[in-house]
Each structure stands twice: as C-alpha cells, then as structure tokens.
C-alpha cells in the first residue's frame, strides 16, 4: 500500500505539473490564437474520455490495473516528448497530439490507480482506501500546480537576466525544464509502480479462496 501511494503521488503530480502552463507555452512559443489554446482543454478532454474508456473494457476483462497504470506512464512520457519536440518544430499539430497524449495518459493512470486502491479494501476497508487514494491525488496534483508555475517563473526570469547563458535565451525552455521534470517523475513513479504489477490480482485471488 505505500508503495502505491508514493507511485499514485508521484504520477499525478507528473500530469498535473504542466496544467497551468500548457496554454502559455502554446500562445508564447507556438503563437497560438486565444481560441486555439482554450481547445487544448477539449483535446486533453478527449485524449481522457478515450482513456476512461479503455480502461473500463480492458479491466472488465480482469486485466491487472498497475500494468494498465504503467501503460498510462509510459504514454504521458512520450507525450511530454512530443510536446517538448514541438517547439523546435514549431508545429502546432505535434503539440496538439502531445497534449492528447497527456490526457490519454493521465487518464489510464487515474483509473487504473483507482482500481488499484480499491483492491486494498479487504485490508483497509473501502472507505479508508478510496479516502487515501483521493487525499494524496488532490494534495499532489495541488501541489505540482503550484510547484509547476513557480519553476516555469523562476527559469524564465533567470534565463532573461541572462544568468543561464545563451543556451537558456528562449521563451521554450522555461517550458521545457518543467516538462523534463514531469518526464523525470514518471519515470520514478514507473519504478515505483513496477513491482506491483501482478500483484492486485494475486490478492484478489488470495482473497476469494
């Protein structure tokens, strides 16, 4: 179970890190319209719904949440990928399909950890589970926001003074450094989550014999 919570801990945070500034980084290094960036909302929307759904059809066919989990992982790695590779060049598109990746991903994570959770209710009781689950996603998506819009601040008013260098001398990297951070917590939250796949199940089979 703690392993649990530090992996659900640190993949949420890694998805919700760039929420505040998924936006910004369309207007200000992809040139964006208004209304361009405010449909990144609806395409990380529907990147979501295709997961959710996804997640229901594959775990209705009994297969094991922290593996369906790692699959979200490994999706919201490559999309932050994408994203970061948008900017050097310079295509719309490809940051539309990252920030789709990122809903898809998040979205399998979500579920699948939730499922995970309420696995443990033979343990902890249903409730107990469910209200940990909840505590330490709303505290690390919170938290990562914040966290989030601070470091794409801090970089970015560094890299302007000129304390970074001339490498540093770009709208994009401010963005870039948070994404990386992002990328280097699902990595962590991957090996976190790792030695539990197989075991949601086991439990279960544990629990009815």
């Given at each position: 179970?703690?392993?649990?919570?530090?992996?659900?801990?640190?993949?949420?945070?890694?998805?919700?890190?760039?929420?505040?500034?998924?936006?910004?980084?369309?207007?200000?290094?992809?040139?964006?319209?208004?209304?361009?960036?405010?449909?990144?909302?609806?395409?990380?929307a529907l990147g979501s719904i295709l997961a959710f759904a996804t997640a229901a059809r594959t775990l209705a066919r009994g297969n094991d949440p922290?593996?369906?989990?790692?699959?979200?992982?490994?999706?919201?790695?490559?999309?932050?990928?994408?994203?970061?590779?948008?900017?050097?060049?310079?295509?719309?598109?490809?940051?539309?399909?990252?920030?789709?990746?990122?809903?898809?991903?998040?979205?399998?994570f979500a579920v699948s950890t939730l499922t995970m959770a309420m696995s443990f209710d033979h343990r902890?009781?249903?409730?107990?589970?469910?209200?940990?689950?909840?505590?330490?996603?709303a505290t690390a998506a919170g938290s990562a926001m914040g966290l989030g819009g601070i470091m794409r601040d801090v970089i970015a008013t560094l890299a302007a003074a000129?304390?970074?260098?001339?490498?540093?001398?770009?709208?994009?990297v401010s963005y870039a450094v948070v994404y990386h951070f992002e990328i280097l917590l699902l990595f962590i939250a991957l090996a976190a989550i790792g030695p539990l796949v197989g075991q949601a199940r086991d439990e279960e089979t544990e629990t009815s014999s």
């Open positions: 179970a703690r392993r649990f919570l530090v992996a659900l801990g640190l993949g949420t945070a890694a998805f919700a890190m760039q929420d505040v500034i998924l936006e910004p980084y369309g207007a200000e290094v992809l040139g964006l319209t208004v209304s361009e960036t405010t449909t990144l909302t609806a395409i990380m922290a593996r369906l989990a790692a699959y979200g992982i490994l999706i919201g790695i490559a999309a932050f990928t994408t994203v970061i590779m948008a900017a050097p060049l310079q295509s719309a598109n490809i940051f539309r399909l990252g920030t789709f990746g990122i809903g898809l991903g998040g979205g399998l902890m009781g249903i409730g107990l589970a469910l209200g940990a689950w909840g505590a330490v996603q000129g304390k970074l260098g001339p490498a540093f001398n770009s709208p994009a």
